[in-house]
């Protein structure tokens, strides 16, 4: 089975900090996407960054930076001096490539909070 | 292209009513699903198809009916409404292969009194 965790359910920082996301997935699949999606306040689903198993290479995006590391389950997201427009929620995603109809299956979610 | 489509955007139901959420893509994506998500539990998947003709069971599928006649169209139906059901539901597709991107509509906000 397959399972995605975000243990931060909200975070809340200053307007020009960095923050970090957690997330944390179990799968017996060697074979994997992962993915970080955003929603903000509007409520639309908006795709950020996909990563598939076989790249650990970290990815840096403007001010946003994905640390994928495989040793530890682990695929967290940064944001590098934050802004106000930064605020929303947070997905974490993974999707077995083989098994289970390559379905996609979520985290919890964080709601980040960047105060001016 | 409009992408994913759904309707209606909002909709208040009644115990027991039925109703059909609407999703539509004009991708020619294979692959299409219904999540539902609520409060601290992030999307779960209701049901999902790869191809017309082909419907799959998702993670919470109970009360909850779904069929792919074209590839363009994949309708939710609630045969008998229940609180529980209250929720936001989204429809998404992508083309067939697993690496690609998931492609969502905008959500049906659904309240069950």
């Known amino acids: 089975a397959q399972k995605v965790t975000q243990a931060q359910t909200e975070i809340s920082v200053v307007e020009k900090e960095d923050v970090t996301l957690d997330c944390v997935y179990e799968?017996?699949?060697?074979?994997?996407?992962l993915f970080w999606y955003k929603q903000p306040p509007s409520g639309e689903l908006v795709f950020l960054i996909r990563?598939?198993?076989?790249?650990?290479q970290n990815e840096i995006s403007g001010r946003y930076s994905w640390n994928f590391q495989k040793s530890t389950s682990s695929f967290n997201f940064t944001i590098t001096a934050s802004q106000v427009v930064d605020s929303a929620v947070y997905f974490c995603?993974?999707?077995?490539?083989?098994?289970?109809?390559?379905?996609?299956?979520f985290g919890q979610g964080t709601e980040l909070s960047v105060k001016p | 292209n409009a992408g994913v489509t759904q309707t209606p955007k909002f909709q208040v139901l009644k115990t027991g009513q039925s109703m059909t959420l609407q999703c539509a893509q004009d991708?020619?994506?294979?692959?299409m699903s219904w999540y539902r998500q609520d409060p601290g539990m992030g999307l779960r998947l209701i049901h999902y198809?790869?191809?017309?003709?082909?419907?799959d069971q998702g993670e919470v599928p109970n009360g909850y009916n779904v069929s792919r006649s074209t590839t363009e169209d994949f309708p939710l139906r609630l045969l008998s409404a229940a609180p529980s059901q209250t929720s936001v539901y989204f429809c998404?597709?992508?083309?067939?292969?697993?690496?690609?991107?998931?492609?969502f509509g905008p959500g049906t906000r659904l309240t069950v009194t």
């Open positions: 998404a597709s992508r083309p067939g292969l697993a690496g690609q991107e998931q492609y």
């Open positions: 198809s790869v191809g017309a003709g082909i419907t």
């Open positions: 990563r598939n198993s076989f790249d650990e």
């Open positions: 799968t017996r699949d060697t074979t994997y996407y």
């Open positions: 995603a993974l999707r077995p490539v083989y098994n289970q109809g390559g379905k996609l299956v």
């Open positions: 991708m020619n994506h294979e692959y």
